[in-house]
């Protein structure tokens, strides 16, 4: 499933000349993609993100996107606080929105009379970059979007389907795969060694090879990842947030994420304008 999810995603942006990225509201969703199409990838929005930081797109597609999606269930064109244009569209499903799909970028001229619901974030960028995007056409609005729908419908048949035994799928792929589904389980040894077909000590060796860290680090790493979108994404508490995601020693915690992010959790939400 992996593998045919990112060809999947790969053949549209080959198409629609854009970059895709998934931003997965569950373990399950972030799961169906490599980890790299969970940030945006296209090389102007890297370019306003080295003038200005991430903080001011982090802000704008991981609070005030999410915050009005109830009011593009159809999706629509996001311009980012830099002016640039992205097409967007939330996946959900039976427990409401799972997912949110992006497509860009393109160079919004002002004269463009959109054709599709417009969000414009609140935030914006002191003066014009130079970026090299394509120009946003007005006969490919329409066209890129109804594209967008058909991924996504894509990706959701494979997100309702278990990658089975995983035969075609990369060892370490399936490892990865696993350890994102079930890194909360404390059954998560077992699971591996199970859908391996391994001893333990076969499994933890394996791991490592495969991915380059050991077993411990990676569940900690997606627990930070995970965390991460969380204190941006939920209202609740720092401490409700860790226990939630298996740090029952909040000092621990604590000590964990800042040195992996440089910054204490409270001190990551403030600076993406959330109080604690």
Known sequence: MFEVAKKAVQCFETWSRTSVSLHGFNAQWSALLPVEYSIHRHAACREVKRH???????????????????????????????GMAEWFLPISG????????????????????????????????????????????????LLVMEGLHQLASRLTRLFIHDPGNGNTIPRGEKIMHIIRKHYRNPDLSAILCSELSLSESRMRHVVTIETGSNLQELVIKIRLYRIQMELLHSDRTVAEIAWAHGFSNLAHFYRTFKAHFKVSPREFRRKRGIID
């Open 52 to 82: 200005f930081g991430d903080d001011i797109c982090m802000k704008c597609d991981m609070v005030q996107l999410r915050e009005a999606l109830s009011g593009y269930p159809d999706g629509g064109i996001k311009l980012c606080p830099s």
């Open 94 to 141: 039976d427990r409401g929105i799972q997912a949110l799909l992006f497509a860009g970028m393109r160079r919004s001229e002002p004269e463009h009379n959109f054709a599709l619901p417009v969000f414009k974030s609140s935030e914006a960028v002191p003066g014009n970059i130079p970026v090299n995007a394509l120009k946003l056409e007005q006969n490919e609005e």
